[in-house]
């Protein structure tokens, strides 16, 4: 028995008992015909017994007391596996563990047997995850709101080194079995059609959306479990589905595919995470999918509101909703229409709640990211939003007049209407005008917002941006990931540091004890062969866990720069081979991240990246000094054995683009030391564990600013440096692609002839140097290994659940509130 944290009495004889029950009634095996995948849907889904009575509990508590929440709008969930991370999160890993080993089984086995859930890509999306950690570790309330995706992004796999995408079916056939269906949240969204005028009864003159289709939100919840509380709140993911899936009629007259059409068509809106949007059919689906989120989730906003007995004047006092990135901009127009055509107030009024609710985080400082859609096409699909768009624009452009009388650049630039030849809504300018808060994600980041990105706005709205710097939840990125490294933690500091991760800064009187050094390194050592392991299992590279593991894991972007590291790798190739001289550690260089279907050149930098591997990894030649594994099907589970296992963490952006990144955070966490550019969270990573326990190379952002004003020449860097020549003319031999020469050249070619938008050569020389004092200093296990404990021990200002309590201080203004 054990009454700690999430744990109500644990009873193990009843667990078993219930496992063994879904066993057979809800799986249909017997123990002995069940394999190890339906042991493990049969103890989710006893676990999911306990998390959904908790979720439903926590729901009513805090619907009796009417206190105020945050509702997280996000199209990405990167959410992770989420058995492991919830035992710990319940207090119950060890219960558990003992329970099933006397079924005949093993915790970590059935662990594998989980699929990642398909529900995000890259960062933004795991900030999603951690953030829903982090609220309900401290109890402020919240609902996550996201899309059932059935396929997810993709599945990724390497054929001759080219990726293939393949659909994620994360849920399998079985379902996933955390999730449970809340058919009784299901909402209707209505599609295209038109705008009517009417009277009303008081002779009011109005205006009426009349769709010409609808379709229906199905509602999943899966459970987010606050650490060590009785707190479980809902991530609520909405289902597409069609109104009347079949046409029994046209399925009797023969036409058997017209009769599933409606089906069909609603399931294309939650099929897939990010539609290719490089054609026009793509680019309907994307926007569908944006508003069918927002409209599920505004709708069940006030169905809680209303149900807990709220008048709509009081939404503002009682909710805030955080649009994380402009995706879920579409919720404002939306909530505006509601109050104006449904609750009957005028336009004040209703700007006045729905201006004092709504919050942004801008993700980027990229503007081609900076999400813009077609007047067009949002007329066409969303009439009635595409008129509250054109009036909050009217009325802003009269604030910008009083503001900068005559001024028409400055409207030009701040309008939220786009002119050109085809006219576009810009959807970050919609949000900074119409939220009460807009926050960057990195200190560096949103002064850069403030001063390139939006400074006018900053001077019509003073105060409305903020900074929150990210961070990462210590439970699944430590406690979780990395068991080795959590004993010995626990051991020196005690075992509150997961909710409290400024704690670890006890670890720092460790870093010059030889004997605590030494067990520090044998953890990593563990790590590096739990990897090892792991990629020799799936992809028969042996490695040296002896080497110096060198990791690259994040989206696949030219700004992130992945092809500076495969300069880097070229360069060490030619020198191993050209220099008899040259000496350097045996290196691992570890990759691995997803490129955009769409996405040409990130394409063409895997399959490069992959043939220099081919090459590398089989080349008696080099001695086992040099390696490259590009892992496929980058993902959460994943992650997980690759961080704990990096000596070396590259964070190597163009300075000024990475708005924050929190792989970084991560990997230093776990006793990575950075190479990184004075880039996004890079520069408070560099202030919490001091310049020279991290490696900064590279051009500044004014620097880089300045180099794009004055012209960037490639071919100044290529004839100047021989070392940067030789690695860019091996891309266009056949070294790599035997009797294929120039199948690399792709690369080359952006970088030398397409103008190097990045900056990749003007940093190759600062980045090699940076990589050799790296080469020095690993030799010098006692200096690493200080290094690497300090590194662990300084970074607590990265929890998330600091970056929340900055939310909820800052912007949203909520108090925690305890389930009992």
């Not at 700690?4 to 015909?33: C, I, M, N, W």
């Amino acid at each position: 028995m054990t009454t700690r944290g999430q744990t109500q009495q644990f009873d193990k004889a009843l667990f078993k008992a219930s496992v063994e029950k879904h066993l057979v009634t809800t799986y249909a095996k017997t123990p002995e015909t069940a394999d190890s995948r339906s042991w493990y849907l049969a103890v989710g889904k006893a676990l999911a017994e306990i998390s959904t009575g908790s979720l439903l509990e926590t729901e009513k508590q805090l619907a009796e007391q009417n206190v105020r929440s945050v509702n997280y709008l996000s199209l990405e969930f990167l959410i992770g596996r989420l058995t492991g991370n919830n035992l710990i999160s319940m207090g119950l890993y060890e219960e558990v563990s003992a329970a099933v080993e006397e079924l005949g089984l093993n915790l970590t086995d059935l662990l594998e047997e989980e699929r990642d859930p398909a529900l995000g890509n890259g960062g933004l999306g795991r900030l999603a995850a951690c953030f829903m950690d982090s609220l309900a570790a401290q109890e402020y309330p919240a609902v996550g709101y996201g899309l059932h995706y059935e396929y997810g992004l993709f599945s990724q796999s390497f054929e001759g080194g080219h990726q293939v995408e393949a659909p994620d079916a994360w849920r399998g056939i079985e379902g996933y079995p955390w999730e449970v269906v809340r058919p009784e949240l299901g909402q209707t969204v209505g599609l295209f059609g038109s705008v009517e005028t009417y009277t009303d009864k008081a002779g009011t003159i109005c205006r009426r959306w009349v769709p010409a289709m609808t379709v229906e939100g199905v509602a999943w919840d899966l459970p987010i479990v606050g650490y060590d509380n009785k707190s479980v709140y809902p991530l609520r993911l909405w289902e597409c589905r069609s109104p009347a899936p079949f046409n029994l009629a046209r399925f009797n007259d023969g036409d058997y595919v017209g009769a599933q059409y409606g089906q069909l068509e609603a399931g294309n809106v939650t099929k897939v995470l990010y539609p290719n949007d490089n054609h026009d059919q793509g680019k309907t689906l994307r926007l569908m999918q944006q508003y069918f989120h927002c409209a599920c989730s505004i709708a069940d906003i006030l169905r809680r509101h209303f149900a807990a007995g709220n008048k709509i004047e009081d939404l503002a006092k009682l909710e805030s909703i955080q649009l994380n990135d402009t995706h879920p901009t579409i919720a404002i127009p939306e909530l505006m229409r509601i109050l104006i055509d449904e609750h009957k107030l005028g336009w004040d009024a209703a700007w006045a709640i729905s201006s004092k609710v709504f919050a942004y985080t801008n993700h980027t400082l990229l503007p081609e990211a900076l999400e813009r859609w077609s007047e067009s096409l949002i007329a066409d699909m969303l009439p009635r939003h595409m008129e509250i768009i054109f009036e909050i624009n009217h009325r802003f452009m009269t604030l910008v007049e009083e503001k900068w009388p005559g001024n028409n650049e400055i409207k030009r630039k701040l309008s939220i209407i786009e002119e050109g030849q085809q006219r576009m809504v810009r959807m970050a300018n919609l949000c900074v005008v119409s939220t009460y808060a807009v926050n960057g994600v990195a200190a560096l980041h949103s002064e850069l917002v403030k001063r390139d990105l939006f400074p006018e706005f900053n001077e019509l709205f003073p105060g409305r941006l903020h900074n929150v710097t990210n961070g990462v939840t210590p439970r699944r990125w430590l406690k979780f990931c990395n068991p080795g490294l959590t004993e010995l933690v626990n051991e020196k500091i005690g075992t509150e540091w997961p909710a409290k991760l400024d704690q670890l800064s006890g670890l720092a009187k460790f870093a010059e004890d030889k004997k605590f050094q030494k067990r520090y390194l044998a953890v990593k050592k563990d790590n590096k062969q739990r990897f090892a392991d792991w990629v020799q299992d799936n992809m028969g590279i042996e490695l040296d866990t002896n080497a110096i593991f060198d990791v690259q894991i994040k989206r696949l972007h030219e700004y992130k720069r992945q092809h500076l590291n495969l300069l880097h790798i070229l360069s060490l190739y030619h020198r191993l081979l050209n220099e008899p001289t040259f000496d350097m550690h045996p290196r691992v260089f570890i990759f691995a991240a997803k490129a955009a279907p769409g996405y040409a050149l990130a394409k063409d930098i895997i399959f490069a990246i992959n043939k220099v591997a081919d090459k590398v990894n089989n080349d008696p030649r080099l001695g086992g000094k040099l390696k490259v594994v590009f892992v496929p099907d980058y993902r959460v589970s994943l992650a997980e054995i690759i961080i704990p296992a990096a000596d070396v963490s590259e964070q190597i952006s163009t300075a000024g683009l990475e708005a924050s990144g929190t792989g970084n955070m991560k990997l230093a966490l776990n006793g990575a030391l950075t190479i990184g550019t004075m880039d996004g969270a890079n520069v408070e990573i560099r202030e919490e564990v001091g310049d020279e326990n991290i490696f900064i190379f590279g051009l500044l952002v004014d620097e880089v600013l300045k180099q794009k004003e004055e012209g960037h020449d490639p071919y100044r860097y290529y004839h100047a440096d021989s070392l940067l020549r030789a690695s860019l003319d091996l891309l266009n031999t056949d070294e790599f692609t035997p009797g294929n020469p120039g199948q690399l050249s792709a690369i080359r070619q952006n970088l030398l002839d397409g103008g190097d938008p990045y900056l990749v050569l003007a940093d190759f020389a600062d980045y090699v140097k940076a990589h050799e004092k790296i080469d020095a200093e690993y030799r010098d296990q006692a200096t690493w290994a200080r290094k690497t404990i300090l590194n662990t021990a300084l970074v607590g200002k990265f929890s998330s659940d600091r970056s929340i309590r900055d939310y909820v201080n800052n912007i949203w203004k909520l108090k925690a509130v305890s389930v009992k």
